[in-house]
Every structure is written in structure tokens, then in C-alpha cells.
């Protein structure tokens, strides 16, 4: 193995100090304690490594933190970003914020989603600046918050800071993620006529109308399974996440709400989702006079594929092959992430991190081992890119 050196102990005790800190998402959890104080941790970090240290607040306890490593000007910025919120520490089968290092992993909350993948960041900078490593351009650290939710952190830096590509550091199992699929949320609003239930001929039941949307729903899916396949990622899908309804047990139902996730491939846009469900609603409605709906889809983030022939890509797998001798896969996840966002604003985004289990799952961690090659291989990555 080759490359830069970069410092394994000081790896470890960085990821340990950072699944410490309870940094749970309050959009997702409420209660949860946001992003400022492991920001202000990692700001710590860079500045004692000579970085350029920068803070964005989003809401009071929710900050993204920025370092940048400036070059002479001459060349081309890199970005690393990895997100710093959690999902719910509660209900583990781990002491979530007590990491322990055993057997060759880390376990706590966010070890692998994606507290492992910070720290390999900061530790590969910190092995460019003690290696005297002279770079013409600059690398773009971006610590960023709400991922997990509505990835607002990553919004915010895609406003000021341009890059000529970006490596977002979720875990990959050492592989690069050059696609994965997007998705959409949207509601469907069935109303009805609220009487009471012996009123047959007056009342009309919001929720048993609601139904003939789950079939069609399900029909949907039904398609997508037997379609032609995407191939990296495979197929759509669609299913209906939540429903509400009724008022009491002898009243017809005047109003019931189905919200549904659709998850999507690259070419799908927001208004293709909206034709669906329109075409749904139409659909229902020719065959009973009495169905009365609406949709609307609320939220709405894009897949990603990249070509397997750009830059940031050749570079990644160079340094695969000079730190572990082989070059790894490309391929696609099911799962979406900011590099999304990112190469929707210009800036030519894959996926490269370590290996792990358990995110979102009452026993995670991250293999120490995959963490050190990871901060290796982006060392070597920022200094060929940027130099």
C-alpha cells in the first residue's frame, strides 16, 4: 500500500470524539439536538490543521461548518462533503454515544452513516498539510447538516462555493457510486360526504374511495416490476406510506389522505410524477361519478448518474489502484444522496467511502480498516486533482 501517510490513531480518536456528540436531526426527531455543536467541533479540527473556517447557520442549533485548504490559484477545487446529522439514537441495541472499538470496527450512532466518513476527511487533509503537499488549487471541505431530511446544508453551500467536482463521502464498501435513484413525496386528498351511518343514500365514504387509489397504486408497481431495467439501477418503485381518515366509528368518512413515496431514475422528473398521479385520478373518476380528489406531489429530489468517463471518476480509480493495487466497481445505489444536488448545480459529483453496517439499524458501525484506506485514497485523490 502507497500513497500519502496519514495518521490512524488520530483517525480513530477523531471518530470516536465525533459519535459522541449526539447530533440527531430535529426534523426527523423531535428533540433531537442538530448539527451546531459537532460543526463547532469539526471547526476545531480544521482550524488547528491551518484551514479557512467557515459557518453556516441554517436555523438556531443547525449549522453547516466549511473549511478550505487554498491553493495557489492555479488550479482546480475539489469538494469532499459528508453530513454530520443522525437519524434517532433511541432504541439500540449499542450504547449509541459511547463508540467502542472492537474486532476491527467502530460501533455507535452514525459510525457508518457517516461519522467514519468525517473523520477520514479531516485526517486526509490534515496528511496533504503535514506532507507539505503544495496544491494549485483548493480543496472545499463541506460538513454539511440535514441530509438525512430535506438536505438543506448542502443547498446552502452550493450557493457559494463552485467546484470542479465533488466526492461525497457516503460508505460505498470502497466502491464508486456513479448513479443512484431520487424520489418524490406527494399526497393524494380523496374527499367524501360526511353523514351520519344509517344514511346510506347521503353519505359517501372518503376512505373506501381512497382505496381505489392504493389499487392503482399497486398496479403502478405492478408495471414498474416487469419494465426494462436501468442497469445500474434497476427499476422505479411506488408505495403508499401513510394514510389518514374518518371521524368516528357511525359517520361516513368526509376526507381521507394517502401520502405516497416514489422513488425514481435519473430521467424522471417532478412533473412526470405529477402526470401519473393525475392520470390516476382520471382514471378513477371516469369510472365513479362520485370519486373527488386531488394530488399534489410536496417534495421532490433528483437521481444522479454521472458518466463512467469523467474526470473525478479516472481520478478516484487511479488512486484505488496506487493505495490498494485494484480498481474498484462502478456502480449504482438504490438509496439517494446530495451528490444529487450537487452535479445538479455543476459540480460533477460520485460517491466513494468505507464499509460498515447498520445505518438506521439498532447496531451500526464502521470497519476501521476500509476507514483508513478511504482517508489514504482521498489524500491521494486531492493531491493529483488539485495539484
Known amino acids: 500500500m502507497s500513497g500519502l501517510l496519514v495518521d490512524d490513531s488520530y483517525l480513530l480518536s477523531i471518530l470516536q470524539s465525533l459519535i459522541a456528540i449526539e447530533s440527531v436531526n430535529p426534523s426527523l426527531v423531535k428533540g433531537g439536538s442538530g448539527e451546531s455543536r459537532i460543526a463547532h467541533q469539526i471547526g476545531d479540527y480544521l482550524e488547528r490543521i491551518g484551514l479557512e473556517v467557515i459557518y453556516q447557520e441554517l436555523d438556531e442549533g443547525r449549522e453547516n461548518v466549511i473549511g478550505i485548504l487554498r491553493g495557489n490559484g492555479a488550479g482546480r477545487t475539489l469538494m469532499l462533503n459528508g453530513h454530520t446529522d443522525t437519524v434517532s439514537i433511541t432504541g439500540m441495541d449499542i450504547e449509541p454515544l459511547e463508540p467502542v472499538f472492537r474486532d476491527g470496527k467502530v460501533y455507535g450512532r452514525g459510525a457508518f452513516d457517516m461519522k467514519g466518513s468525517l473523520a477520514a476527511m479531516l485526517v486526509a487533509i490534515q496528511g496533504i498539510v503535514s506532507s507539505n503537499v503544495q496544491l494549485e488549487g483548493s480543496v472545499v471541505l463541506a460538513f454539511v447538516a440535514d441530509e438525512e ?3 438543506r446544508g ?8 463552485p467546484a470542479d467536482a465533488a466526492i461525497v463521502t457516503e460508505p460505498t464498501d470502497l466502491q464508486v457510486i456513479i448513479a443512484h435513484r431520487g424520489y418524490a413525496w406527494a399526497k393524494v386528498e380523496v374527499r367524501g360526504k360526511a353523514a351520519h351511518g344509517s344514511l346510506s343514500d347521503v353519505g359517501i365514504d372518503a376512505i373506501t374511495k381512497a382505496g381505489k387509489v392504493l389499487v392503482a397504486l399497486d398496479e403502478l408497481e405492478r408495471r414498474f416490476q416487469n419494465q426494462e431495467r436501468h442497469p445500474l439501477l ?11 381518515g374518518g371521524i368516528e366509528l357511525s359517520t361516513y368518512p368526509d376526507y381521507c389522505r394517502i401520502d405516497l413515496e416514489r422513488r425514481t431514475l435519473p430521467d424522471e422528473d417532478s412533473h412526470a410524477i405529477e402526470a401519473e398521479l ?20 410536496f417534495f421532490y429530489r433528483p437521481g444522479l448518474e454521472v458518466p463512467e468517463d469523467i474526470e473525478i471518476v479516472d481520478y478516484l480509480t487511479n488512486a484505488c489502484h496506487t493505495i490498494i493495487g485494484t480498481k474498484p466497481e462502478l456502480k449504482g445505489a ?9 452535479s445538479r448545480a455543476g459540480i460533477p459529483a460520485v460517491l466513494f467511502g468505507p464499509s460498515g453496517e447498520g445505518a438506521h439499524s439498532p447496531v451500526e458501525f464502521v470497519d476501521f480498516e476500509s476507514l483508513k484506506i478511504t482517508a ?3 489524500a491521494e485523490v486531492v493531491s493529483s486533482f488539485c495539484r
Open 278 to 297: 393525475d392520470e390516476i385520478l382520471s382514471n378513477v373518476t371516469s369510472s365513479d361519478r362520485h370519486f373527488d380528489a386531488t394530488s399534489e406531489v
Open 376 to 378: 489514504r485514497i482521498l
Open 334 to 342: 438504490a438509496w439517494w444522496t446530495d451528490a444529487a444536488l450537487l
Open 234 to 244: 434497476g427499476r422505479p418503485s411506488v408505495h403508499a406510506s401513510l394514510i389518514q
Open 154 to 161: 448542502t443547498e446552502e453551500v452550493i450557493k457559494e462555493y
Open 149 to 151: 431530511y430535506a438536505s
